[in-house]
């Protein structure tokens, strides 16, 4: 019995639950324990409808010279493509004997909804057949072709090199781009439509590493001109430090074989608040350790094509200020975003000037602005090391910056609406009387009489053009509305986390992928980022049925939440939440 309180919230839910995945959450939960393949299916195949994989794929078998003649194959590239999505639900391993197992664990007609044509499952070749259709698969988006069976001298590795059309190479990679985020678009598209409407267009961008096997032949200190390579020889070394390029690093501990997955995720609309919408991962990009030039417009690109709007957008220190401006600040400044970043020691300073304005913090302040205030960041270093580790001399030197910062305010241009279409914008002049600065030499009262300033995108020169984009954000940093917005960034730190989890997807461990190469391990994070995007979606409806607080004990059974299907009740607490503690025994 659903209490009268809670009735109009699981009504509203069990609605999102059937827009989802087409039936009440009592009847999911039942058939997620006892039908297990089935939901997984169901979901898939909702997915790739969402994606339309049925479409993108003849028309690239057609694009390579490859027509409809000759036998049709069992394994369909399409198929195994829903069979990897199956398999990444079921249990993240993505291993070919283990997605040959499942196939024999399905009944005819669900290996006919999924495309396989054949069903004789006593047949020991299952696991051939899903290497060739991978295979066929990644003959259409491989940008990295060559042969993987065994490592390869430097002299063969040389000639794969050779033998790669960059033009064919290219045409690739941009079908694997939008293969993989056509995948996660369908998903993020199971997302009830008025929950999706709810997105306010925040985003985060991060990159995460995603180890590959084959480190062993990899080139390191001891044979940096070693005999043989990698046979995952597009990978990379990655590093925590720095850029992630670990290519010169020789500490066996402290690095990783690997590519870098880049993702955005939706954030909340505002910082503190409690989100009204799953926030699942919406973009994808990959790419070798550290070597992320292009790749965030690329993705900024994908999420334009697929009408996204941005609004913040939330990065660290590799992409934003790091990145060239023309590269990524630039085509987000002319889409009207506001970025938020954080800064070196030594960017916190002026970093950019135009007229009587200069660039401190990311915001522009006119220029009569006091040095202590422009360089209070530096003043605090200062005072901190020479603080050392008198806790009381510290605590003074913290008070000192807070007290600058404050003080900014007074001097600080305030916008005046939103960018215009050349990305110019218009700030105001703070009021002269609200400050007294006097000119250090002549003691003479310093004062800006404007009322208005239009700052262009290129306030500087040559190669210093567009270094107020470069550096420029929407809030000063390091005050709290900054701090807010930035805190933010952890979403998608913890996206990433999220698909990493040895229980699910757990894409950290490259043994549960053992196909070699980039692109198997690219199509595998895409299949995690789907199953997460879906249990996020799950999660969030559940969260609105709920009876108690759901857990990983009772997450799975129908009674842990309210269901459409119960006859409305009166406000009784009880019937929201089982007794901690049996009847006492009657007399």
Not at 102 to 115: A, D, F, K, P, V
Not at 317 to 325: F, G, M, T
Not at 395 to 416: D, G, H, V, Y
Request: charged share 25%; proline share 6%; hydrophobic share 35%.
């Amino acid at each position: 019995m659903i209490p009268a309180r809670h009735h109009d919230r699981v009504n509203h839910a069990e609605a999102w639950m059937q827009e989802s995945f087409g039936m009440t959450n009592r009847r999911y939960t039942s058939k997620q324990r006892n039908e297990s393949l089935e939901v997984c299916l169901f979901d898939a195949l909702r997915v790739m409808d969402n994606a339309g994989v049925d479409d993108l794929i003849p028309k690239w078998r057609r694009e390579e010279g490859l027509g409809p003649r000759g036998a049709k194959q069992i394994i369909s590239e399409r198929a195994v493509i829903a069979l990897m999505l199956v398999q990444m639900r079921v249990d993240g391993d993505l291993r070919f004997n283990n997605m040959a197992n499942t196939i024999t664990l399905l009944t005819n007609s669900q290996r006919e909804r999924m495309g396989i044509r054949k069903h004789d499952i006593t047949q020991p070749n299952w696991y051939d057949r899903i290497w060739s259709a991978v295979e066929r698969l990644q003959r259409l988006v491989d940008a990295y072709p060559g042969p993987r069976k065994k490592l390869p001298t430097r002299e063969s590795y040389a000639a794969i090199l050779a033998a790669r059309d960059p033009e064919a190479c290219e045409r690739k990679r941009v079908r694997l781009s939008l293969l993989c985020n056509r995948l996660v678009e369908g998903s993020v598209l199971l997302m009830p439509r008025e929950l999706r409407r709810r997105f306010q267009g925040n985003h985060a961008l991060d990159a995460t590493k995603i180890p590959l096997n084959g480190k062993y032949g990899g080139p390191s200190s001891a044979r940096p001109n070693g005999h043989h390579l990698s046979a995952s020889y597009d990978g990379g070394w990655w590093v925590r430090n720095g850029s992630h390029d670990g290519s010169g690093s020789t500490s066996h501990d402290k690095r990783c074989w690997a590519i870098e997955a880049e993702i955005t995720t939706m954030v909340a609309n505002a910082p503190g608040e409690a989100a009204t919408f799953p926030l699942l991962a919406n973009g994808v990009s990959f790419h070798k350790p550290g070597a992320i030039k292009g790749e965030g417009l690329r993705l900024i690109e994908s999420l334009l094509s697929r009408g996204y709007t941005i609004d913040h957008f939330i990065a660290d220190r590799a992409y934003l200020p790091n990145s060239v401006a023309e590269e990524l600040q630039l085509p987000l400044a002319l889409l009207g975003a506001k970025l938020v970043f954080d800064d070196k020691d030594k960017e916190r300073g002026k970093m950019a000037q135009y007229e009587d304005l200069i660039l401190v913090g990311g915001v522009w302040y006119i220029n009569i602005m006091p040095k202590s205030l422009i360089n209070a960041h530096a003043l605090y270093e200062q005072a901190h090391e020479k603080a050392g580790k008198d806790a009381e001399a510290i605590r003074a030197a913290k008070e000192n910056l807070a007290q600058r910062l404050s003080e900014r305010k007074t001097f600080r241009m305030k916008p005046k609406g939103i960018r215009r279409p050349n990305g110019s914008r218009q700030f105001m002049y703070p009021d002269p009387s609200s400050y007294t600065v006097a000119d250090p030499k002549t003691g003479e009262l310093l004062s800006i009489e404007k009322k208005t300033i239009v700052v262009p995108l290129a306030t500087g020169k040559g190669d210093k053009k567009h270094e107020a984009v470069k550096f420029g954000q929407e809030y000063p940093h390091d005050e709290p509305k900054w701090a807010g917005w930035y805190g933010l960034r952890n979403t998608v730190e913890a996206q990433n986390a999220y698909i990493k989890d040895s229980s699910t997807e757990d894409i950290e461990d490259p043994k549960k992928r053992r196909a070699r190469g980039n692109t198997f391990a690219s199509l595998a994070v895409t299949m995690a980022l789907v199953s997460a995007n879906i249990r996020k979606i799950l999660t969030f409806i559940r969260a609105h049925l709920s009876r108690v607080d759901v857990t990983s004990k009772n997450r799975s059974f129908e009674n842990t939440y309210y269901s459409a299907e119960d006859p409305p009740g009166y406000d009784n607490e009880s019937a929201a939440t089982p007794p901690e503690s049996p009847p006492p025994p009657e007399d």
